[in-house]
């Protein structure tokens, strides 16, 4: 979570406008899971590892390391799809090539699905999601909410993470009882300390003339015309490759 | 006659269930002044200064704005608050935002100022601390001394009448602090009334115009800088030393007692200059 939430602020694309980018993952996703998998969902990884690696500058391998979790879950589920009951004659495992496919073309589709979430998370801080919501019709109060959680996460875990090497440094974790303890104390303190903080805050807030309110500006940012039609473009291209191809396989 | 700003009036504070913070404490802020508030770690500045923007209340005594006793209501404090800064010590106890941007918005946005009207009020506060270049950054990615300018940034935002900061300089570099002082330079010129708490007698010393000495909860003595620290019995009181500078100056004076009558140096080059006199120059 950390690794993208990195990459999502400094990427090159990290100033364009969330709408952009939510037009591309969004499109590309409608894409994968309407048109025929088969041959649409390579060309979607493919070029959403393009546009992830070589527009947004995204390294290769967090790219690669960002889908080898979801890759993983799905690989080793998706032989189960093609199997089938039969009960016909008492019980029956079958494995048929038609599950196969079915199995195969879910796979697909899934992978092109977790290809695009990835590109949204690695170039689109999750915050700059938060304003679409509003606009879509979200109370203020949960959005709110959403707001302070996001920021106080990394407060809390960096609390967490000096918490925790201050106990390395004086053994806390040599052996299983002193381990224990250690994790114990560290979450109770960290439970102290977040009320404690949460006053702090009430304060520093309020010094600000807070009143119950958390509005705030999010930093302009015009929709670039040529990137929505490159978008576009890059989405019809994808869909007719995809047509294209499944009408000469066929 | 110089006007009063702000001033506390015998102010008692009691934390619950605790000892006595502040005891029959007097201050007074004059318009355009720049004031220290100098004391000894856990004397209860911080207290003091939460007075100062009506977060807390005195159990006894009066804050007085205008030569007007504070009310606690709402629509007061709120009056109170737009017009009083208070920048708290801890940076990440003011800042709540995903990003910079963000963040500085919050304060004018509360003042009920228009779109347009608070994206300039943004600009000019981050240009003011020489941190347009960190507008698009996230909160979280900043160091200390970055997020300390923003969320001095935030309260110059709102651009406030008097701008109290808590230990502004604890935990800057050298650089850092050269820098926050260039900062509030300006903003003294464009006739900001600025308050600050520390326990550094060298900075108090250079920058503030006037001195509060503070010990155990009150204020021992408020005055002119240079007369309140050159008070050694009175800075014995609160835990304090003198500043180098006048530390060395008094010393010089014993070789040359005339010099007293010219009045301490102020700063570094004032001290240096009066050395070469002693020494005899530049070979």
Redesign the interface.
Same mark, same amino acid.
């Given at each position: 979570m950390l690794t993208s939430d990195g990459f999502a602020w400094t990427n090159r694309w990290h100033r364009h406008h969330p709408a952009e980018k939510g037009l591309l993952a969004g499109g590309m996703l409608v894409l994968a899971v309407t048109l025929p998998a088969p041959t649409t969902a390579p060309i979607i990884i493919a070029v959403m590892f393009v546009t992830t690696v070589l527009g947004a500058g995204i390294p290769a391998v967090t790219w690669l390391r960002l889908m080898a979790l979801p890759s993983g879950f799905l690989i080793t589920s998706v032989p189960f799809l093609a199997l089938s009951l039969n009960f016909s004659s008492g019980l029956q495992v079958v494995f048929s090539p038609q599950g196969l496919e079915v199995a195969l073309s879910v796979l697909l589709r899934s992978l092109a699905a977790v290809s695009c979430l990835t590109f949204l998370t690695l170039t689109t801080p999750t915050i700059d999601l938060v304003p679409l919501l509003r606009r879509v019709g979200v109370p203020p109060a949960v959005v709110e909410i959403m707001l302070l959680t996001y920021r106080l996460v990394f407060v809390f875990l960096e609390r967490a993470a000096t918490g925790h090497q201050a106990q390395i440094a004086r053994q806390g974790y040599v052996g299983l009882r002193n381990t224990l303890r250690s994790l114990g104390l560290l979450v109770t303190s960290l439970f102290q300390r977040s009320l404690e903080r949460s006053r702090r805050m009430e304060i520093g807030l309020t010094a600000r003339g807070f009143q119950g309110e958390l509005r705030v500006l999010a930093p302009k940012r015009s929709i670039s015309r040529a990137r929505v039609a490159s978008a576009a473009g890059l989405l019809l291209g994808v869909a007719a490759a995809g047509l294209v191809l499944d009408a000469t396989v066929r | 006659m110089t006007s009063i700003a702000l001033a506390a009036n015998g102010i008692d504070y009691t934390y619950p269930g605790e000892v006595r913070a502040l005891k029959q404490l007097d201050l007074t802020i004059e318009k355009g002044q720049r004031l220290a508030i100098l004391g000894a770690n856990g004397s209860g500045k911080t207290t003091l200064l939460?007075h100062l923007?009506g977060?807390l209340r005195p159990s006894a005594g009066r804050i007085l704005i205008d030569g007007r006793p504070l009310s606690y209501d709402r629509r007061s404090l709120?009056a109170l $608050? @737009?017009r009083v800064?208070?920048?708290?010590q801890?940076p990440?106890? &003011?800042? !709540? @935002?995903?990003?910079v941007? &963000?963040?500085v @918005? !919050?304060?004018p946005?509360?003042?009920g100022l228009s779109?347009a009207a608070? $994206?300039s009020r943004?600009d000019a506060a981050l240009e003011a601390l020489r941190i347009s270049h960190l $507008?698009? $950054?996230?909160?979280?990615?900043l160091s200390f001394g970055q997020k300390k300018r923003v969320a001095i940034a935030?309260?110059l935002a709102?651009q406030p009448e008097i701008l109290i900061l808590d230990e502004p300089t604890a935990g800057l570099d050298p650089h850092g602090v050269n820098h926050l002082l260039s900062v509030l330079h300006r903003l003294h010129e464009t006739g900001t009334t600025l308050v600050f708490s520390t326990h550094d007698v060298d900075l108090a010393y250079t920058w503030a115009d006037q001195i509060a000495v503070f010990a155990d909860g009150t204020v021992l003595k408020q005055g002119e800088a240079a007369a309140m620290l050159a008070d050694r019995e009175l800075l014995r009181t609160a835990r304090l030393k003198m500043p180098l500078i006048l530390e060395i100056a008094e010393a010089l004076y014993c070789r040359r007692p005339a010099w007293a009558a010219i009045g301490p140096p102020r700063s570094k080059d004032a001290l240096l200059h009066l050395l070469e006199q002693t020494i005899g120059g530049p070979q």
């Amino acid at each position: 979570m950390l690794t993208s939430d990195g990459f999502a602020w400094t990427n090159r694309w990290h100033r364009h406008h969330p709408a952009e980018k939510g037009l591309l993952a969004g499109g590309m996703l409608v894409l994968a899971v309407t048109l025929p998998a088969p041959t649409t969902a390579p060309i979607i990884i493919a070029v959403m590892f393009v546009t992830t690696v070589l527009g947004a500058g995204i390294p290769a391998v967090t790219w690669l390391r960002l889908m080898a979790l979801p890759s993983g879950f799905l690989i080793t589920s998706v032989p189960f799809l093609a199997l089938s009951l039969n009960f016909s004659s008492g019980l029956q495992v079958v494995f048929s090539p038609q599950g196969l496919e079915v199995a195969l073309s879910v796979l697909l589709r899934s992978l092109a699905a977790v290809s695009c979430l990835t590109f949204l998370t690695l170039t689109t801080p999750t915050i700059d999601l938060v304003p679409l919501l509003r606009r879509v019709g979200v109370p203020p109060a949960v959005v709110e909410i959403m707001l302070l959680t996001y920021r106080l996460v990394f407060v809390f875990l960096e609390r967490a993470a000096t918490g925790h090497q201050a106990q390395i440094a004086r053994q806390g974790y040599v052996g299983l009882r002193n381990t224990l303890r250690s994790l114990g104390l560290l979450v109770t303190s960290l439970f102290q300390r977040s009320l404690e903080r949460s006053r702090r805050m009430e304060i520093g807030l309020t010094a600000r003339g807070f009143q119950g309110e958390l509005r705030v500006l999010a930093p302009k940012r015009s929709i670039s015309r040529a990137r929505v039609a490159s978008a576009a473009g890059l989405l019809l291209g994808v869909a007719a490759a995809g047509l294209v191809l499944d009408a000469t396989v066929r | 006659m110089t006007s009063i700003a702000l001033a506390a009036n015998g102010i008692d504070y009691t934390y619950p269930g605790e000892v006595r913070a502040l005891k029959q404490l007097d201050l007074t802020i004059e318009k355009g002044q720049r004031l220290a508030i100098l004391g000894a770690n856990g004397s209860g500045k911080t207290t003091l200064l939460l007075h100062l923007n009506g977060t807390l209340r005195p159990s006894a005594g009066r804050i007085l704005i205008d030569g007007r006793p504070l009310s606690y209501d709402r629509r007061s404090l709120v009056a109170l $608050r @737009s017009r009083v800064g208070l920048v708290l010590q801890e940076p990440d106890d &003011q800042l !709540f @935002s995903a990003n910079v941007y &963000q963040d500085v @918005s !919050f304060g004018p946005l509360n003042l009920g100022l228009s779109e347009a009207a608070t $994206r300039s009020r943004i600009d000019a506060a981050l240009e003011a601390l020489r941190i347009s270049h960190l $507008r698009d $950054r996230a909160t979280h990615m900043l160091s200390f001394g970055q997020k300390k300018r923003v969320a001095i940034a935030g309260m110059l935002a709102m651009q406030p009448e008097i701008l109290i900061l808590d230990e502004p300089t604890a935990g800057l570099d050298p650089h850092g602090v050269n820098h926050l002082l260039s900062v509030l330079h300006r903003l003294h010129e464009t006739g900001t009334t600025l308050v600050f708490s520390t326990h550094d007698v060298d900075l108090a010393y250079t920058w503030a115009d006037q001195i509060a000495v503070f010990a155990d909860g009150t204020v021992l003595k408020q005055g002119e800088a240079a007369a309140m620290l050159a008070d050694r019995e009175l800075l014995r009181t609160a835990r304090l030393k003198m500043p180098l500078i006048l530390e060395i100056a008094e010393a010089l004076y014993c070789r040359r007692p005339a010099w007293a009558a010219i009045g301490p140096p102020r700063s570094k080059d004032a001290l240096l200059h009066l050395l070469e006199q002693t020494i005899g120059g530049p070979q």
